[in-house]
C-alpha cells in the first residue's frame, strides 16, 4: 500500500515539475529568444535578437523567418522597466524589411536610458541599418555586410506625384536618423544610398566590414567579446554617472 502511494505521488507532481520547461519553450517558440535576467540572477545584460525579415503591418508568409516587431516593442519596454537588466546587446543578421517597422524599433532603442551595444553579423541591410546605429556604439563582423539603398515600395502603387512625395519624405527619415547616430555625414550616406554599378541592375551599396568602419557608419569591428567588454564599460560608465547625480 506505502508502495502505491508513493507511486501515486510521484505521478501526480510529475506534470507540475515540467511546466517551467513547457513554458520556457513556449516562450523560445514564439519569440525566438529566452529571457536572460529571468534565467540567470547573476546576468545585467538583455541580448535582444533581430534576425531574418523585420515584419510589419503585412504577416509574411510562414516559410519566411521574420523578426515581429510587436514582439521586440513590449520586451524593449519591459528592458526599461527592468531594474535587473544593466545594458542591452542587440544582435543583428536582417534582410531589412518594414521601414516604419524598422524604425520604430530603432527609435526605441536609441531613447533606452540604459546603455546599448549592437553587434552586426552576417547582414545588417536596408533597414537593419538605421537598427544598428541606434545603439550607443555598434560593431561589425570583419565578414558582415549592410546594403545601403534607397526605399522602396511593392504592390500596387497610385501613380502620382503625392506618392513619390510620400516616399521621398520617408527616405528622409531614414537619412536623418541614420546621419544623426552615427559619424557619417548626410552627403556621403546619399552617396552610398545612390551609388551605380556596385549592385547588380541596382542603386545603392554594398559595404563590407571594415569598410562600415571607414565610412563612419558603425563604430568598430569586432565580434561577441568585444561587444560584451563594450558594454560592460558602459554599464560601470553609467553607474559612475547615476552615482554623482545622486550625490
Known sequence: MDNRNETNNTEETQPKEDKPA???MEKIQQLGQTNVPQLSQDSKIHCLTIVG??????QLPPQNKTTKYEHLIPQIVAIEQNPKIEGVLVILNTVGGDVEAGLAISEMLASLS?????LVLGGGHSIGVPIAVSCDYSFIAETATMTIHPIRLTGLVIGVPQTFEYLDKMQER?????????NIEEEGFKDLMFAKGNLTRDIGTNVIGSDAV????IDSVGGVGEAMTKLNELIERNKTKNEGIVQ
Do not use: D, R, Y
Not at 53 to 58: N, R
Not at 114 to 118: D, M
Open 22 to 24: 513547457s513554458s520556457l
Open 53 to 58: 525579415q523585420i515584419e510589419g503591418h503585412l
Open 174 to 182: 531614414v537619412v536623418k536618423f541614420v546621419t544623426k547616430h552615427s
Open 214 to 217: 571607414t565610412s563612419g557608419l
Open 114 to 118: 540604459k546603455p546599448t551595444v549592437s
